[in-house]
């Protein structure tokens, strides 16, 4: 601890002035949990010091910000790091995590505790906690319920001329699209259009490359088309199901997306460069994970009234949606486990998941999100729960960075750059996860 | 390789000269053996410890299958198979060809701006010293803070830099993204690179175009050469060396790139930006196939050493001649 | 005043200071709009078009030191006027600050890993760099290619071990580890250029002294060190330099304890969006003490950044 000593005296007297008196010292005793950076961090920064006061634990955080953050925990993880003690962590690496033994089984403190996964919202348990999916086997307590949705301009959607003109172009009223075509519909009119003077654009969609943007972005297109990982009587089985006719339908509508609503230059957004994208209005609507909505209403452009919500619309093959989200989970490597349970267990009191809700977080507990009067708790809080009933996950196996990368450089380089047809993108898909899972030893 | 280079004097021819025998055989205290070995053992061991012992394990893991995350699983020899499919993937040569393209242009624009704006700070105006100094201020700086920054600047709608070509174009600058386009994409990283390292290949040109006597230029001038022909003559062939250094040095930075590109473009749009670098890290550090990738790691490391050789061979004929 | 053929005509200086000046107007103007962004308001940041005339504001530098998080409707309708300045700012924007960011970790970590990996690099580089200008040191120019060939692999390529060797010793996310790492790669540089240096100090001055009865130690750092202590110091920066902007091995290799500036400046968010005046502020405060330390070391610049192989 040398060089932390160091360190903190070198930090508080060169800078005690700004840092405001908040010490960030990490004693052995005291837990860091590790998230990603965004503003539901910075609410659980202010919910936590309810359990701090109580436990007398000292919490640190580490927040990595979303393009960065799989890489980083990952990285973290792998490297016998002892940096966290809780972590968040996506729900996609709940598989890795669990068989090389990187997360601490939560099934016994579960049962000692009487903590139950049937108080919590089925798809996040499946999501968030389990593995293998479907299997009572738990690594995590749902923290943070996300799904992907739909942020619109209602104050432009609701005006006059623009309403006249959309009638009169398209022949029906403007609204809320009821599927994903008429979503391209309303993206494509809003597309260049001037808005109070200023040239204005359709849609911000994810397109982002170096993690996972686009394929959660383009999935809400795949699964509504079609698209399946597998075949459902066939584990593994791929070829027919990920680039089936269907599946290459919703790849092309996610091209032609990009290409009429999207604005232009719009190559690499994710979550913070669509929120820049509708907070500077810029866009009609914007693609984001629910994680948003609190700040799209707290907005002094956008916000109180001028937006509205939707759930991802359905397409020819069913209304779905891309499941976000995290489940908190305790990291095996770290020295101070029982702190950390401490914490979950403080976490899932019904309470704490109240309050959770009520500054800016997203339980997954039922007692919260199906209490009566929580639909008109916020002015999004319906689109959410209705997305939540839709929500599908991509893979969440042990392999699973080998198989989004592949995912993310053939979807990227149809849609963006436009090299190849999408069923060239799709079949080529096909041929990287066989080669994944044929190294796996699954097929 | 280096040590070939003409301007560095012969180490050894000092070293000749350095130990004289009676001297030495005279001091007290320690030999000067035991003194030598004392003072260079740390810095080979250090050396030995990070660079030549990880390589040789590179090399090792580069014929298995082993994967950094999944500890439980047997490591298994695979022999070639790891250099079979990097070599037999056509993305690889997708990658190379980026790797080529941002390698060939980084250096032809820099050869050009950089020998020009030598040659004309070579003119000794009046305040070279002060603007050299502005010129060189960005090589010096984190290319990944700068990277990270020129995502803002290239952004189409908030950026300074398509504010500053629509000035002079008068096209509109939200009409072009240099980061999401494909035909501009490469092009971007290329103009940050030239922007960061001109004033190298500048600096060093300086250095060449000082190191040429006034003398030979007089002489030219009683024989009537014309500027022109003394500058083909004359400036080019002394200045060509320290060009070709330069060259080299910036061939082999650019080879390995790898910072300012990943918060540049992160590789994008698909894999049009994707150099060597990022591609292996990706597969190293982000698919965690740490065999595959450590046989990609060697077949990099054999590539610039082997352009490097090549090259290095040609800088001393041009020495020579 | 005497004609020289030559010296170039005052036309010919003119117009040759006319474009040089004009590309370095350009090629600061990236520079400077970093600075500048650091003083902007967040919506100033990201107006379109592009604001070059606006009212500064520290706000970039309050967000880079401090996380923040949004009020509540109830914080936001009770009046305070006991708060500090810092406090207000963000008041008006609808957020709080819950605690100081880790910016400042993270410029100590660049401090600390900086400056020690310069001091090792310095203090190894300096003894095997006299052991090598002075004593009949056997495969000397092998080992010299050597000590240089180390500088050509790509980071990536012996990252892979790096990170198993860390990952079993223990390195991994620590000061010490990162040390070591960029002694490593400094030594390459700091070895060649004080050889250099050494080189020039002429060898009768240490005859003299070892004549007089000093020892070879005493001869070194009496005789030879006070001689190349310049050369040793413009190296101490070009290591210290490459330390402090290295970004592959600080992001591999690092996370929490032990992650430099670098790769975290990249990774600094406000709330809700990136938060572009934040990172300008904490590219600034980065940036500047390279920029003072290049306008110090122009005059051995050249060669440092050619090892030595350029001297001017």
């Known amino acids: 601890m040398k060089t932390g000593l160091i360190r903190s005296v070198a930090v508080t007297a060169i800078f005690g002035a700004a840092t405001m008196g908040a010490s960030t010292i990490v004693h052995a005793d005291d837990l860091t949990l590790c998230w990603a950076a965004w503003d539901p961090a910075n609410a659980l920064v202010e919910l936590s010091k309810e359990f701090e006061a109580q436990s007398g634990h000292k919490m640190s955080f580490e927040f990595v910000p979303w393009p960065n953050f799989a890489d980083r925990m990952l990285n973290e993880l792998n490297s016998g790091g002892k940096l966290c003690d809780l972590l968040i962590g996506d729900s996609q690496w709940i598989g890795g995590a669990a068989e090389n033994g990187q997360y601490v089984k939560l099934n016994d403190f579960f049962d000692k505790e009487g903590i139950t996964m049937d108080d919590f919202l089925p798809a996040t348990v499946t999501g968030y906690a389990e593995w293998p999916k479907n299997s009572p086997n738990y690594y995590a307590l749902p923290a943070y319920a996300d799904v992907v949705g739909w942020t619109y301009r209602k104050d432009w959607f609701e005006r006059p001329e623009i309403q006249k003109e959309f009638k009169e172009k398209y022949g029906r009223d403007l609204g809320v699209p009821a599927s994903l075509e008429e979503l391209q519909q309303i993206g494509e009119f809003f597309q260049g259009r001037q808005i109070d003077g200023k040239t204005v654009y359709g849609a911000a969609i994810y397109t982002e490359r170096g993690s996972e943007g686009i394929t959660m972005g383009v999935t809400n297109a795949l699964y509504n088309y079609g698209f399946k990982y597998q075949d459902p009587a066939n584990p593994y089985e791929l070829e027919g199901f990920v680039n089936s006719d269907a599946a290459v339908a919703g790849l092309e509508y996610y091209k032609k997306l990009y290409e009429t609503a999207a604005p232009p230059g719009a190559s690499d957004a994710y979550m913070s460069a669509n929120i820049d994208a509708y907070k500077s209005g810029q866009v009609a609507m914007q693609m984001n994970f629910a994680f948003i909505w609190p700040g799209v209403e707290a907005d002094p452009n956008v916000g109180s009234g001028k937006s509205g919500y939707f759930a991802n619309p359905a397409g020819p093959a069913g209304q779905f949606a891309q499941l976000g989200g995290q489940g908190i989970s305790v990291v095996a490597n770290s020295d101070s486990k029982d702190a950390a349970l401490e914490y979950i267990k403080w976490f899932a009191q019904p309470e704490v998941q109240q309050k959770w809700w009520d500054v800016g977080g997203a339980p997954a507990l039922k007692a919260v999100l199906e209490a009566p009067g929580f639909n008109d708790s916020q002015p999004f809080a319906k689109t959410f729960l209705d997305s939540m009933a839709i929500v599908k996950d991509f893979w969440a196996e042990p392999a699973y960075a080998s198989l989004l990368l592949p995912m993310q450089e053939r979807v990227h380089n149809y849609v963006i750059a436009g090299q190849g047809t999408a069923k060239e993108a799709l079949d080529g898909l096909v041929k990287d996860w066989d080669e994944v899972f044929e190294d796996e030893g699954k097929k | 390789m280096y040590y070939e280079i003409p301007m560095s004097d012969s180490t050894l021819e000092r070293v000749a000269r350095a130990t004289p025998i009676p001297i030495a055989n005279k001091v007290r205290g320690l030999s000067d053996r035991a003194i030598a070995w004392i003072f260079v053992a740390p810095t080979i061991i250090i050396l030995l410890a990070i660079n030549i012992f990880p390589l040789l394990w590179t090399i090792y893991l580069s014929f298995t299958n082993y994967a950094v995350n999944r500890p439980n699983r047997e490591v298994k020899y695979i022999g070639l198979r790891n250099y079979e499919r990097i070599l037999g993937d056509a993305d690889t040569w997708v990658t190379m060809q980026a790797t080529a393209h941002f390698l060939i242009w980084t250096i032809v624009f820099q050869v050009l701006i950089g020998f020009t704006l030598a040659y004309l700070i070579n003119k000794k105006f009046r305040g070279n010293d002060l603007w050299t100094t502005i010129i060189v201020l960005p090589m010096m700086l984190s290319p990944a803070v700068v990277g990270n920054f020129w995502t803002f600047l290239y952004q189409p709608q908030i950026g300074l830099f398509n504010y500053v070509v629509a000035f002079l174009t008068g096209a509109d600058p939200s009409s072009f993204s240099m980061i999401g386009n494909v035909e501009l994409a490469p092009w971007s990283i290329v103009i940050v690179d030239t922007w960061m390292w001109t004033p190298f290949v500048m600096l060093i040109c300086l250095a060449g175009l000082r190191s040429i006597p006034d003398s030979i230029y007089e002489a030219a001038e009683c024989d009537r050469a014309s500027k022109w022909r003394q500058f083909w003559t004359i400036t080019v062939p002394m200045v060509l060396p320290f060009l070709m250094l330069a060259v080299l040095f910036r061939g082999i930075e650019n080879f390995k790139m790898f910072d300012l590109v990943v918060q540049l473009t992160g590789g994008g749009p698909g894999n049009i930006t994707t150099l060597s670098s990022i591609d292996l890290k990706r597969e190293a550090f982000e698919k965690w196939r740490t065999g595959f990738a450590s046989a990609y790691a060697v077949i990099l490391f054999v590539t610039v050493f082997g352009l490097a050789s090549i090259y290095v061979k040609a800088l001393n004929r041009v020495k020579q001649r | ?312």
């Open chain 3, 1 to 312: 005043m005497s004609f020289s053929v030559t010296e170039p005509s005052q036309r010919q200086k003119w117009f040759a200071g006319a474009l040089v000046i004009g590309y370095a107007l350009i090629t600061i103007l990236p520079l400077l709009w970093i600075v500048a962004t650091g003083f902007k308001s967040s919506p100033d940041s990201i107006a379109y078009p592009p604001k070059i005339v606006f009212q500064p504001t520290v706000e970039g530098y309050v967000n880079l030191f401090t996380t923040q998080t949004r009020l509540s409707e109830a914080a936001k309708a009770e009046p305070r006027d006991d708060l500090p300045w810092y406090e207000n700012l963000v008041r008006n924007k609808g957020n709080t600050i819950v605690g100081s960011s880790r910016y400042s970790e993270r410029f100590f970590n660049s401090v600390i890993i900086g400056f020690g990996s310069t001091f090792f690099a310095i203090v190894l580089g300096t003894a095997a760099a006299y052991a090598f200008s002075r004593f009949k040191v056997p495969l000397k120019d092998d080992l010299l290619f050597f000590i240089l060939s180390t500088r050509m692999m790509p980071p990536i390529a012996v990252a892979i071990p790096i990170f198993l060797m860390f990952r079993n010793l223990g390195l991994s996310d620590t000061h010490a580890g990162m040390i070591l790492l960029y002694t490593a790669v400094n030594l390459s540089l700091s070895v060649w250029l004080i050889n250099g240096f050494i080189d020039e100090i002429p060898i009768e001055y240490e005859e003299a002294a070892l004549i007089d009865g000093y020892t070879r130690f005493q001869a070194f750092y009496k005789v030879v060190l006070p001689q190349a202590l310049t050369g040793i110091a413009s190296t101490a920066i070009f290591c210290l330099i490459f330390a402090w902007n290295e970004y592959a091995f600080a992001v591999l290799l690092t996370s929490g304890s032990a992650q430099t500036a670098p790769p975290f400046i990249p990774t600094i968010i406000g709330v809700g969006g990136q938060d572009w005046p934040a990172v300008a502020a904490g590219a600034t405060i980065f940036l500047v003490p390279v920029m003072v330390f290049t306008i110090l070391l122009r005059k051995h610049l050249l060669r440092g950044i050619t090892f030595g192989a350029v001297r001017k």
